[in-house]
């Protein structure tokens, strides 16, 4: 059977158009999907790693407290992972209360520095 080059194009073409939106779907994931919460909380952590690094500019943060001071929102980030896989990616309100809660007194305890 003979196939012109006009229907291996469109086949060509089809089977592209078919592999690319196929391709996003699959690559899509839970942790892809974009959570209003939990940017929040990765913004917050973001602003205070800033002002940590200005701190330490300015002089008002020696090294071993940035140290302590970054492993806390380490610990912080991790607890939020892992509080949002337990629901499915998402963070539930009394999740989003203890991270609030946690970031407040990072933030506060940064803020005694000066910054």
Do not use: C, Y
Not at 38 to 49: F, G, K, T, V
Request: glycine share 6%.
């Amino acid at each position: 059977m003979k196939i012109s080059i006009r229907t291996a194009l469109a086949m060509l073409v089809a089977a592209t158009a078919a592999a690319a939106l196929s391709t996003p779907a699959l690559a899509q994931t839970p942790w892809d999907m974009h959570h209003p919460a939990r940017a929040h909380d990765n913004a917050r952590i973001a602003h205070q790693e800033q002002r940590i690094n200005q701190g330490i500019r300015l002089g008002r943060i020696g090294p071993g407290e940035a140290a302590r001071l970054r492993g806390n929102l380490h610990r912080i980030r991790q607890e939020e992972r892992d509080m949002a896989r337990q629901d499915g990616t998402h963070l539930t309100p009394a999740d989003q209360a203890v991270l609030t809660q946690q970031l407040d007194e990072s933030s506060r305890t940064i803020g005694r520095f000066g910054v």
